[in-house]
């Protein structure tokens, strides 16, 4: 006797079907995986020793460390950049628009080129960034040779990449604030800065979550940059869990692999529900 | 009938498989084949395996031999081809290398056999009235008078690739065999080490060595496999420890140098024992899933013929022996290969690389040469670290003894 | 317009030349230098611009390679994001109107899809079973799987701006769900459904490893894999792979250009729940 | 033109009763108002009778059919949304047409019926433009031309005028009036302004907490209503009210008198204050009074009689007019 | 406590001039409202005395000071936004101290001055609420607070009642009318309701099309309205306006009077006509009255009298109620 609703469920089956198939089922069949010696020809049971193999990966605690590292950096500069940047895209500066355009620019571009782009512009010798800087007179770095500095120029590139997003989140968001409070705080006698930091960045907080958990989210996961500029190296210094997981998957050890895979799947879990949720909420008491 | 192929994407191979299918279609009009290529390097080797394991694998596509073929479970995947005719022309030591562990055979050579060596320049030798080392000790001198007397870089690196580092480790495996003639079958019983056997050792402390006494190029981190060619070919550096078929890419990038450009194996400790680290050609294999065994077993035939062979040499050039009695390389061929051939002429100057020995290959071998190479990392603790890796690999393998 | 805001403008626009310019610059001189020169890989201009020359070198590889990878892209982009946004839009919908513990699962269900990394090689055998590994509806399928969490994110903080007076106007119009959806909601998703078709289509125009796993075969290349062609482990044409690299940014380019003013609109209101 | 019947109707979300059985019966062609302060129940009751909400029990039946059970677009009725609900992707002439575009009408014949519609709510000039380029009124009129089409047998009004602005408010109370009037189909109209209520209602429901305290025509509301409740709702400016001391004194437990039936002078009087405040509307002025002992009065007087501030002041209630509620 | 001086006082956005010369003088402790219809540039003007828009020329004056070029922080005034304007993530406590701390107050004596503002505006209870945790009359209240706290010696308040509902509106009309006579600041005050203005205003000033029409007390501006466009929206319900016909025959060009300055019987009178609406109020009757060759002219009547759709009734104007313009 229950009328029905104008909002049926049928309209998520499509959707579910492509991706309970296509996802949910490899994703939970490789939960089983992770149990087993598993190549492409067999899969032989194994219990946890493949977690336990990944715990004792001597690269694994450097891969960790270069992640979180990674994700927070990237993510840091994502937000604190697309921020200022957004700021100044919007106050009606000179040429603005052609300058937004300029900043979203490199994210069309692919991640292979935009990594082929800059292993060439960071050679340490020959590179455009090294010539520049020894025409001023300052010996640049191996940008991606020295071990100390790879992870932190792929980090930049990342970042170089990416903040474009960033920045148009946030211009969006701005555009939601009232131009009321900024008249309020005038009158209350702000300067700029203080207008920034007692108005802007507070308002423009949803758009920071978003910020923050998307590219937190894509930091954890980032692979594809890294294995374009450095494929985790010199060495294993810039490798991040992706990275590890991707050569245990290119050696052939796929089980080792989606152990991995489901390792990293839990960190980030931990780290970014907790986070969207504490920011969240902080959101919500706003 | 239209048959897939699947090669990797170097220049070589593609032209490699477009010559030979060429002709192939030339004799069997109604033969033509879709070429298909992929990327190199253990990404490639990935696409390989996935592809084998879903059955989605292309008629004919070649692949390394030795250890790395073992992973593909041959036995399992791959058409048998002992009952072609032209098996018996077939080289016996590359045989063994593209068996299974039933006794089938599965490959044929797709191009010449390769040595692991150092090539070197050729006028900086003459110029400096440098010796031929044949030992580490002299080679070092050598590299030390290089470095002081001359602009030049003693040793290029490359580790842009980070496949190239592995050269002073895996090409100083003639020297390990002799000194220990048994290491490859107790390593793979899991009875010997790299970081406790002191011979094998030698080459991680080897490039360990050469790292610390400063010969390397300058960018030896962000240069690149052609920068290597490059810097040899054209005097920036002396040495450049590479497998031999850098040749093609001597002859397509600085044809003029070619006759610049020597090549000597890597040298032991002992001036006695001075041979050669051969690694055994890609082969040619088709997959058990192919709709067309016959024509692809009449392919593999056809490769297996000298006929094949001297097409290659048409196509590329002569790069190193072949490996399919009754191939012969033309009478000119450049210096660099003339220097590698007299290792051949006596069997014990040769010794196969380890991973055509033994199944056990780890796969961080190149990122911690990268280290060791780098400074990172000291040669002790790179080959403890790589024994760990090597372990799973037999556990995967499942080999007795892990 | 103020001084200071043109001077900042002009200031801002010069580092944005430096950082953000600059490197493409370096793509074009590039792409206009001969193999030999392009090997050096500088900023000097090319003795002789051979853009032309390079350009169809870069189409003619391997049989116009390019061209069918620019066929393969764009048929994957377009219907990847044609069901994306329909099936995302429905899903949204239902999760936003119909707030219990099943589509509170739902939606949770499909950010996982934001974090867990797909398992290759499951899905292959999943695709193969379907028929549909090596085809292009299943690369499509695959996009739509694996965009499919970003987009309800997107659509469901959307569509909480749309005033359900909307919806009851059309129920006592007399329309059923469907019509609802379909004439109603749907038209007024424009904004939020043009910042999913730029940004989706971009990251799956410019993906280049699912491709790799779920679609081989030389038919089935795509634009992100001729950038094989010139780059291998012993050859490169640098000249050549930054034509490439060039051409085949063009159609994310166009997309940007196109849209580029109604980005913002849709981020207002579904990233940021404006 | 039909009947609507409720009874016994109750809906709770959850735990909270909403509506706590409502019966009433509004007459063919009347125009009823349901009116009460924020948050009791009107927009749900009016919901619940478009068929938009499920009753948790009860009837409705509108017409001769019970449609407790139908589908909203089976009952005959046609509703105007506080918020207009106009599509805004669609034409004026789209959006009133939309109804019948959903049941594969005829476009000539779309066309000539939402012509016809138009030119009854003078919306002919507009019929190209969309619901963002009209003014509030125009809008209103839009959503009104969105029912009418659809030959409604009940018109269901939530709050139609609230977001627009005073003038235009009593420019279209006006209007609506007459629509009824032209029309003669039943129509009900929620609000919680009590002037919409008294001058636009031919019967007003008033409701609160989800009860319905009084039913009747707007005048027999203001004059005699039943509760304190609705004493003190209905009136522009509110009715005094006290309990305590003063109701006791008048022998009841709720006193109440209008503003409007208090007289003020400067001599004798019935109570003595001062006043505290003084707002002049022009033709009258409302006089804020501090009566002792008692608290505020206000007393409503003509705008051209002079009083100042802390002017001590006498007023007297008017016979008659006096409310006395027991308790 | 400041006198506000504005002297030919003009702004033009563009080539649209939307302030065109204003002169006016608002002494110390006045409450001045700004009226007008929407779009005559109320909230331009006020933002220009609030320093926040630059004027295109003229002068303002605030004190003794010329600040017309000053920063609005320096000019000593303080401003409640229609919106209201209160930061979402702070507290109530210190959207009050917002502005102290923003000059590096110490934090004890913030909280003490924000103590005291509480009391003042019985916000105490509510200090450490965020704003969506209020009604609309404490967020207004909150707001109110924030600019008290500047001790300004101007206070500004652009629509400030125009979000609340009716009931609320008049109860915080009185709030702010004793709120001014306790501070005794010089206020400015924007409205386009004229209950508002007639109520709260010491001083009037209309506008209109970026011009003053008439400045006066609400009394003054109610009885002599100057110009036809302030008869016109100076009153409610709205003076009964003509011109034409009528106009010409009561020897001008315009004629109004005010719908209770019209008697209406069913004996002898000025004017016949024929009842076409009724709107009871109440305590009042509102009569729209078609009136042969001159058009609707509306009556106010006593709500207790009886009238009927339709019935036939004679006016006539109060005399020295009526309002003659020249042209
Ligand atoms: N979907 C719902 N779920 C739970 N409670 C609801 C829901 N809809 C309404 N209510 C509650 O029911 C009560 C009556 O709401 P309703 O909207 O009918 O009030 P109203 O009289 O229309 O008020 P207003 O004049 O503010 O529109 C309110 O207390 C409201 O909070
Ligand atoms: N920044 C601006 N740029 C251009 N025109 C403007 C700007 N601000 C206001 N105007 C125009 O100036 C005129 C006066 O605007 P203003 O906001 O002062 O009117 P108002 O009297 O406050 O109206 P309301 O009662 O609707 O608030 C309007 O026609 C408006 O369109
Ligand atoms: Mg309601
Ligand atoms: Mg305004």
């Known amino acids: 006797m229950y009328r029905k609703s104008p909002y049926p469920y049928w309209f998520i089956l499509p959707a579910a079907a492509v991706f309970v198939v296509l996802f949910l089922v490899p994703t939970i069949a490789s939960f089983y995986f992770s149990l087993t010696y598993w190549d492409p020809f067999e899969a032989r049971f194994a219990g946890v020793d493949n977690y336990l193999q990944f715990f004792s990966e001597p690269f694994l605690v450097r891969g960790l460390v270069n992640t979180l590292v990674f994700a927070f950096l990237t993510s840091g500069l994502k937000t604190v950049l697309g921020l200022l940047l957004a700021v100044l895209l919007t106050s009606g500066i000179f040429g603005q628009g052609l300058l937004r355009s300029v900043v979203f620019f490199p994210v069309l571009v692919s991640t292979i080129g935009v990594g082929l782009l800059f292993q060439e512009l960071m050679h340490p010798t020959e590179g455009a960034i090294n010539v520049a800087l020894a025409a001023i007179g300052i010996d640049g770095p191996g940008w991606l040779t020295n071990p100390k500095l790879a992870l932190l120029s792929v980090a930049l590139v990342d970042v170089w990449r990416g903040v474009g997003l960033a920045t148009l989140i946030y211009i969006a968001g701005l555009a939601t604030i009232s131009q009321d409070y900024y008249e309020a705080a005038r009158i209350d006698g702000a300067t700029r800065l203080q207008q920034f930091w007692r108005v802007t960045v507070p308002l423009v907080r949803p758009a920071t979550t978003t910020v923050i958990i998307l590219s937190l989210i894509g930091g954890l996961r980032l692979f594809d940059l890294i294995w374009a500029m450095t494929r985790g190296g010199p060495g294993f210094s810039s490798d991040v869990l992706a990275s590890v997981i991707y050569k245990q998957y290119q050696a052939g050890f796929w089980g080792l692999s989606t152990a991995g895979n489901v390792i990293l799947f839990l960190l980030i879990a931990c780290i970014v529900a907790p986070l969207a949720w504490w920011l969240n909420r902080k959101e919500i008491q706003a | 009938q239209e048959l897939t192929f699947l090669t990797d994407s170097s220049a070589d191979s593609v032209a490699v498989t477009e010559a030979l299918t060429a002709a192939y279609t030339a004799a069997h009009p109604d033969v033509t084949f879709s070429i298909e290529t992929r990327p190199g390097g253990s990404e490639g080797d990935n696409i390989v395996k996935t592809r084998l394991a879903t059955g989605e694998m292309s008629d004919l596509f070649i692949y390394n031999s030795g250890s790395l073929l073992q992973a593909l479970r041959p036995d399992r995947t791959l058409l048998a081809i002992d009952d072609i005719p032209n098996f018996g022309l077939i080289n016996d030591a590359f045989i063994s290398t593209v068996q299974g562990s039933e006794g089938g055979t599965y490959g044929v050579p797709y191009e010449t056999a390769q040595g692991g060596g150092i090539y070197y320049h050729k006028p900086t030798y003459e110029q400096l009235g440098l010796e031929i080392p044949k030992t580490w000790d002299a080679f070092m001198a050598n590299n030390a008078r290089i470095a002081e007397e001359t602009e030049v870089a003693p040793i290029a690196q490359t580790y842009r690739e980070t496949w190239t580092s592995q050269l002073f480790v895996l090409a100083d495996y003639y020297n390990v065999q002799s000194e220990v003639p048994a290491f490859a079958e107790q390593y793979t019983a899991n009875e010997a080490k790299y970081a406790t056997t002191p011979a094998a050792l030698r080459g991680f402390e080897k490039l360990q060595e050469a790292y610390e006494a400063g010969y390397f190029n300058e960018d030896f981190g962000a240069a690149n496999y052609n920068d290597g060619v490059r810097m040899v070919a054209t005097g920036e550096a002396a040495h450049y420890p590479m497998l031999t078929f850098a040749v093609g890419l001597f002859q397509q990038n600085h044809p003029d140098q070619m006759e610049d450009v020597g090549f000597f194996a890597q040298p032991g400790d002992s001036a006695d024992e001075n041979g050669l680290t051969v690694w055994m050609p890609t082969s040619l294999y088709a997959p058990r899933s192919t709709e067309h065994p016959e024509i692809a077993k009449d392919f593999l035939n056809f490769v297996a013929s000298p006929e094949a062979c001297d097409i290659i040499t048409d196509t590329i050039g002569a790069t190193g022996p072949y490996l399919i009695e009754g191939c012969t390389l033309p009478p000119e061929v450049p210096g660099m290969v003339a220097d590698m051939l007299p290792y051949f002429e006596e069997e014990v100057r040769t010794a196969p690389a380890l991973e055509f020995l033994s199944p056990v290959k780890g796969p961080a071998l190149e990122q911690l040469t990268v280290e060791v190479g780098s400074g990172i990392r000291d040669a002790q603790s790179a080959a403890e670290l790589y024994d760990k890796d090597v372990a799973k690999q037999a556990r995967q393998l499942g080999l007795p003894n892990w | 317009m103020k001084r200071r805001d043109f001077v900042i403008g002009v200031i801002s626009l010069c580092v944005a030349f430096f950082v953000f310019v600059i490197p493409f610059i370096f793509v074009v001189i590039n792409a206009g230098k001969s193999a030999q020169e392009a090997s050096q890989l500088d900023f000097s201009l090319p003795d002789r611009w051979l853009i032309w020359q390079n350009l169809i070198d870069v189409v003619k590889a391997r049989d116009y390679a390019l061209l069918l990878a620019y066929f393969n892209s764009i048929v994957i982009t377009v219907g990847a994001i044609a069901l994306l946004v329909i099936f995302g839009a429905m899903v949204g919908y239902v999760v936003q109107r119909r707030p219990n513990r099943a589509t509170r699962i739902v939606y949770a269900v499909a950010l996982s899809g934001l974090m867990i990394p797909p398992a290759v090689v499951p899905t292959i055998w999943v695709l193969q079973g379907l028929g549909l590994f090596k085809t292009l509806h299943g690369m499509i399928l695959i996009q739509v799987a694996y965009g499919m969490g970003f987009t309800v994110l997107l659509f469901r903080s959307f569509i909480a701006t749309i005033p359900r007076d909307l919806d009851e106007a059309a129920i006592i119009d007399g329309a059923k769900p469907w019509q609802i959806f379909f004439r109603v909601i749907l038209p007024l998703l424009k904004p939020v459904t043009v910042t999913v078709i730029v940004v989706q289509s971009i990251s799956i125009f410019n993906d280049f490893t699912h491709p790799l796993y779920y679609l081989p075969g030389a038919e089935n290349i795509t634009v992100q894999l001729t950038l094989y062609n010139f780059q291998s482990q012993y050859v490169s044409q640098m000249n050549l792979l930054f034509m490439n690299i060039l051409l085949i940014t063009i159609p994310p380019l166009i997309v940007f250009v196109f849209f580029n003013r109604q980005i913002v609109a849709g981020m207002t209101k579904g990233a940021v729940k404006g | 033109m039909s009947r609507v019947v409720l009874k016994n109707l109750k809906k709770s979300f959850g735990a909270v009763d909403v509506i706590q059985g409502v019966d009433l019966e509004i007459e063919p062609g009347e125009f009823c108002v349901f009116v009460g302060p924020s948050g009791c129940g009107k927009s749900t009751l009016l919901r619940m009778i478009s068929g938009l909400e499920e009753a948790t029990s009860g009837t409705i039946g509108i017409g001769d059919k019970n449609v407790t ?178 109701a006791h004194e008048m022998g009841c437990s709720t006193y109440g008198i209008r503003p409007e039936h208090i007289t003020v002078s400067d001599g004798a009087g019935k109570w003595t204050g001062r006043i505290r405040h003084i707002e002049r509307l022009g033709a009258d002025t409302l006089l804020h009074v501090d009566v002792q002992d008692i608290g505020q009065m206000v007393a409503r007087v003509d705008g051209s009689l002079d009083f100042a501030s802390n002017q001590s002041v006498n007023l007297t209630p008017m016979a008659g007019k006096e409310f006395r509620y027991p308790s």
Request: aromatic share 6%.
């Open chain 4, 69 to 246: 059970h139908s589908d909203p677009s089976q009952r005959g009725i046609a509703m105007v949304f506080q918020s207009y609900a106009l599509y805004p992707h669609l034409t004026v002439a789209e959006n009133i047409g939309f109804g019948l575009s959903l049941k594969r009408m005829p476009k000539p014949e779309i066309a000539s019926r939402v012509q016809e519609v138009a030119r009854v709510l003078q919306l002919e000039s507009l019929l190209d433009r969309r619901p963002k380029e009209l003014s509030g009124g125009q809008r209103q009129r839009v959503a009104i031309g969105r029912s009418i089409i659809r030959n409604p047998k009940v018109f269901l009004f939530d709050e139609p005028l609230s977001n627009l602005d005073a003038a235009l408010r009593s420019q279209m109370r006006i209007e609506l009036t007459e629509l009824h009037e032209r029309l003669g189909t039943t129509m009900i109209y929620v609000t919680h302004d009590q002037t919409e209520a008294m001058t636009m209602g031919t019967k007003i429901v008033v409701l609160n907490r989800g009860k319905i305290e009084q039913v009747g025509t707007p005048m027999e509301v203001y004059q005699n209503p039943v509760t304190p409740f609705v004493a003190g709702f209905i009136g522009s400016p509110k009715m005094n009210i006290f309990e305590g001391k003063l």
